[in-house]
């Protein structure tokens, strides 16, 4: 089935199972790895032999996952360059739907999807650009969740389009899904596109969804398509109104249709183009031909996709979230092979626009068709009702409702410089607090750094009055709850004090600082730029 590219020993991936930590959040959990997303130990293709390189560490959601206690099983198979919705597009085979031989896995997440669907593995993470975490979800029988935009970071994912990417994840049933999202999710300081969940309770159950009128549904959809559609809306206990998704299915157009696909070129057209005969012949086409879009087609598109986000605001006046089927038909491989563009485009109907409007997707199944074809949904919601959809997506799937974390409370930016810093002897402080880093930066250059006669030893941070002279001295920034926050200050010994710091951006954050009568004639150390380069010295 060419579901793997790379993979461990079942054996030894159960003897590491069995070690995990059980208290660990994903305890044992065997992970396959979409292989466009790094891992240390093996060669990341992303579908292209002749692109593999041998990454040095992981991407920085596997390393969550990790740390959550979850068991890398493998780098599983995908449209080259995830460039495709089908599966078939890679030179290490084409992916069948375990459950529908013959038919397509769906892709370009179609290797991690049919992991999961075969059990060799209990979860697994996909990207989804224009719905590669779920076309495959639908067409393997599992479920799909692509998260909000940027709240899975993308550091060490090679990019599609890098302003749209999102990884994804792949599970038997939302609620290990959503813990999967959940210990991987968070902004990353080296990741420019991540963004932090905004603080306060979430927006409650859906209690209205909104479907596509049955003429949308007929243009789009297969006859079987529309009839599980609809017996699948029959069994949902959430009232269900038709909405108007013009603006939706037009701004989803624009995906392949316009001039966003070229990210594409410039996340890999200069290796397309230089090893022409390395890529996929349909791959190689769709990126070559992105870079002779223009500057100004780009332009023209983003400002017809803002017209279509505001435009499409209005339906969350009326519905809590949407429901659509996740895929319009299952074609065959053979179809596929026939008409390799067209049958792919058809497939990403309902999917393309989710990232372009900064909407939120679960992808469930519902059933079959008549036909006896894995069919699914996907209910969609506005950015950052993520477990409001998961909850409702659960519910259509008739899964257990997944048991969430609260929320998280309003956080609190805390600028450290010399002791806290990561790797120093106070750092433990912020861990055990459940800091993480926001950034690694500088002061504004108004600012002197002493060391203070203190055991440990530490640096005194103090700004210089208006006309003396100052240097930009290195800090991180590190996020942590206001409540947290509090019982850090409330430790804080003599003479040092927390006030405000500027940083380099013109930002101001709370910050370490040091009472001016303790500085006066404590050894200056600013010329060295900061505490590690003073230590190092």
């Known amino acids: 089935m060419s579901v793997w590219i790379s993979r461990c020993d079942p054996a030894s991936v159960a003897v590491e199972v069995a070690g995990t930590d059980a208290a660990l959040p994903l305890a044992g959990l065997r992970l396959a790895v979409k292989d466009n997303i790094d891992v240390a130990g093996f060669p990341t293709t992303a579908g292209c032999p002749a692109f593999a390189y041998e990454p040095a560490v992981d991407a920085t959601v596997v390393q969550r996952l990790r740390v959550a206690g979850a068991v890398v099983a493998g780098k599983t198979n995908l449209d080259q360059f995830a460039t ?4 078939t597009r890679s030179p290490y085979g084409a992916v069948e739907s375990p459950i529908a031989p013959g038919r397509v896995a769906g892709g370009s997440s179609s290797g991690s999807a049919a992991a999961v669907a075969r059990g060799e593995a209990d979860v697994a993470l996909g990207t989804d650009t224009a719905g590669s975490g779920r076309v495959p979800a639908a067409f393997c029988g599992i479920v799909g969740l692509k998260p909000t935009r940027g709240w899975l970071p993308t550091t060490g994912v090679v990019p599609a389009c890098r302003s749209l990417d ?22 990353d300081p080296d ?22 009128s049955p003429a949308v549904l007929e243009r789009w959809c297969t006859p079987a398509v529309v009839d599980a559609f609809d017996a699948a809306l029959a069994r949902v206990a959430i009232e269900v109104v038709e909405v108007d998704l013009a603006a939706y299915l037009e701004a989803g157009d624009l995906l392949y249709g316009g001039a966003f696909v070229a990210e594409r070129h410039a996340a890999v057209g200069a290796f397309v183009e230089a090893h022409p005969d390395d890529v996929d012949p349909v791959v190689g086409a769709i990126i070559v031909a992105a870079g002779t879009l223009t500057a100004s087609a780009l332009a023209a598109d983003r400002h017809r996709l803002a ?42 109907r309902f999917t393309n626009a989710t990232n372009l409007l900064d909407w939120c997707a679960a992808a469930v199944p519902a059933g079959t068709t008549v036909h006896g074809l894995p069919f699914g949904v996907s209910v969609l919601g506005p950015a950052w009702t993520d477990r409001e959809v ?34 120093q002897p106070l750092h433990h402080q912020l861990q055990a607090r459940g800091a993480r880093l926001v950034a690694r930066t500088a002061t504004a250059p108004a600012y002197r750094m002493v060391c203070l006669a203190t055991t440990p030893p530490k640096p005194g941070l103090v700004r210089v009055a208006d006309g003396e002279p100052g240097a930009a001295l290195e800090v991180e920034v590190w996020a942590l709850d206001a409540a947290r926050f509090g019982t850090l200050v409330d430790g804080v010994p003599a003479p040092l004090t927390i006030g405000t710091v500027e940083l380099t951006d013109g930002r101001a954050v709370n910050g370490f600082l040091c009472e001016p009568h303790a500085a006066a004639g404590a050894p200056d150390i600013t010329a060295h730029g900061g505490w590690r380069a003073w230590l190092a010295r």
């Open 191 to 212: 990741d420019p596109w991540s963004r932090p969940r905004p603080a306060g309770p979430d927006r409650g159950a859906v209690r209205r969804l909104g479907r596509p």
């Open 84 to 87: 495709g919705l089908v599966g």
């Open 390 to 423: 998961w909850r409702a997506a659960a519910l259509v799937a008739g899964h257990a409702p997944p048991a969430l974390a609260p929320p998280p409370a309003a956080e609190v930016h805390l600028a450290v410089c010399g002791a806290h810093l990561e790797g």
């Open 307 to 348: 017209v279509l986000a505001r435009r499409s605001e209005s339906l969350w006046t009326v519905v809590d979230a949407v429901v659509v089927p996740t895929a319009p038909s299952h074609p065959t491989i053979a179809e596929v092979a026939a008409d390799p563009v067209g049958v792919n485009a058809a497939l990403g």
């Open 166 to 187: 999102c990884v994804s994840v792949f599970a038997a049933d939302v609620a290990t899904a959503a813990r999967v999202v959940e210990a991987a999710a968070g902004p």
